[in-house]
């Protein structure tokens, strides 16, 4: 089957001077396996009846869309909880980085350097971790990369296990980030 694709759109409605109103939801762009398979008709259900229908209808710049009902409340978008230990593990585990051996080395490290502080029960980064992040994103993109990370970790793997030798592996690591680091 052919997978579904589905964009997140936004909708930027005007209603007379100055009022400006944004919609956010998703469009389907190619039904694939959702023509013939619809999943959680009964959470579409109750979705409409608390007022979250996340498909928006299509649209072209310059439609005009008929108002159905006002409803005055402002809603603001909130970010992401920060992460536990857990949850941080979590996702360290979903993008293959690091391994349970050095997992709490990983956290240690971060907290030792100031990149972050646990605050009630929560990791909080710090300027620090704020100014080196936004660094090391702008200038080594290719080496913050989540698939870069777990593709070194799994080459160190197979040089671990005698698969690799770890001279090449280096020189084809080694190389191109001296170059970029001595710029």
């Not at 360290?92 to 240690?108: D, H, K, N, Q, V």
């Not at 490290?109 to 929560?122: G, I, M």
């Not at 777990?150 to 090449?168: F, H, K």
Request: overall charge negative; hydrophobic content about 35%.
């Amino acid at each position: 089957m052919v997978h579904a694709s589905i964009n997140t759109v936004g909708v930027d409605l005007s209603c007379g001077e100055g009022n400006m109103f944004r919609a956010n939801g998703s469009i389907i762009a190619n039904p694939g396996f959702l023509k013939v398979y619809q999943e959680g008709l009964d959470d579409a259900k109750k979705e409409k009846a608390l007022g979250e229908e996340k498909l928006l209808p299509e649209l072209v710049e310059g439609d005009k869309v008929k108002l159905k009902e006002i409803n005055p409340h402002q809603h603001f978008t909130e970010p992401p909880p920060r992460y536990t230990e857990a949850s941080l593990i979590k996702v360290l585990e979903e993008f293959g980085i690091g391994r349970p051996s050095t997992y709490a080395t990983i956290i240690y490290t971060l907290q030792n350097r100031e990149y972050v502080v646990y605050d009630q029960k929560r990791f909080k980064p710090t300027d620090v971790g704020r100014i080196v992040n936004k660094f090391l994103t702008q200038h080594f993109t290719k080496y913050v990369d989540y698939d870069f990370t777990a593709n070194l970790e799994d080459d160190l793997d197979a040089i671990s296990r005698g698969e690799q030798a770890w001279v090449p592996m280096m020189r084809q690591f080694w190389s191109p980030f001296k170059k970029q680091v001595d710029i």
